[in-house]
């Protein structure tokens, strides 16, 4: 089956330092999304980037899609981006449902 | 933007008995899905579904699950009888159609507990 692999697994950073997390997939994605959960639980979208660079606030996602790679930078990191970063990608195969990595965990320390 | 809300926030139940998560999708989207999260591990498909069928179920998904989205209504997640390997976060998300282009959007999910 289809396989998203983040990296890495967790990640602590000093505020003000810019973190770049990597989600690489086994299957050609139709779609692929970011997310941010909370350490209480709640997940939040962040970025839609099937392919190509987008930019929103503090972070860049690039997607290269025949590589079958996305990244998501944060720049200027802050201690409320503590949390987990999950990818999560729609194949070119079967029913349209989105597949998770196991996430990043980053710890922003002040 | 869009919200999608989960009632209850948390269910704490004795396992034998049935528990319904409900589901309040954005109020134009069409697509349904039900994901699994144990504590600390990673998010998991259940099921999809549209037009009132179930398009797509894992093999997470038993026999004793059950969704439905009667006229309308909430978009719901019946387990009967509960097990003990149900507790977990159960997130709803919905979304518009199957573009490419299209944002998937989730709840906050319900933490249920099966003791």
């Known amino acids: 089956g289809q396989q998203v692999q983040q990296s890495p697994a967790s990640l602590v950073l000093q505020e003000g330092e810019n973190a770049e997390l990597q989600c690489n997939f086994s299957?050609?994605?139709?779609?692929l999304q970011w997310f941010y959960q909370s350490p209480g639980g709640s997940l939040v979208s962040l970025l839609s980037?099937?392919?190509g660079t987008k930019h929103t606030g503090r972070l860049t996602s690039t997607t290269v899609t025949k590589e079958r790679r996305s990244s998501l930078h944060i720049s200027s990191s802050q201690t409320t981006d503590s949390g987990t970063y999950l990818c999560?990608?729609?194949?070119?195969?079967?029913?349209?449902?989105?597949?998770f990595g196991a996430g990043t965990r980053l710890k922003v320390i002040a | 933007g869009p919200k999608v809300l989960q009632i209850p926030s948390h269910q704490i139940i004795d396992m034998g008995q049935m528990v319904t998560l409900n589901c309040d999708p954005v109020?134009?989207?069409?697509?349904f899905y039900w994901y699994k999260q144990i504590l600390g591990q990673q998010m998991e498909f259940l099921v999809n579904?549209?037009?009132?069928?179930?398009?797509?179920k894992s093999k997470l998904f038993k026999d004793q699950f059950s969704v439905e989205r009667p006229d309308g209504s909430y978009f719901t997640l019946k387990i009967q009888p509960t097990a003990l390997e149900d507790s977990a976060v159960y997130f709803c998300?919905?979304?518009?159609?199957?573009?490419?282009?299209?944002?998937?959007?989730f709840g906050s999910g319900t933490r249920l507990t099966v003791l």
């Open positions: 998300a919905s979304s518009f159609d199957r573009t490419s282009a299209e944002t998937l959007y």
């Open positions: 299957s050609t994605a139709t779609q």
């Open positions: 980037n099937p392919s």
């Open positions: 999560a990608i729609v194949s070119n195969t079967g029913n349209y449902k989105y597949v």
């Open positions: 109020s134009n989207h069409l697509y």
């Open positions: 579904f549209y037009n009132g069928k179930v398009m797509e």
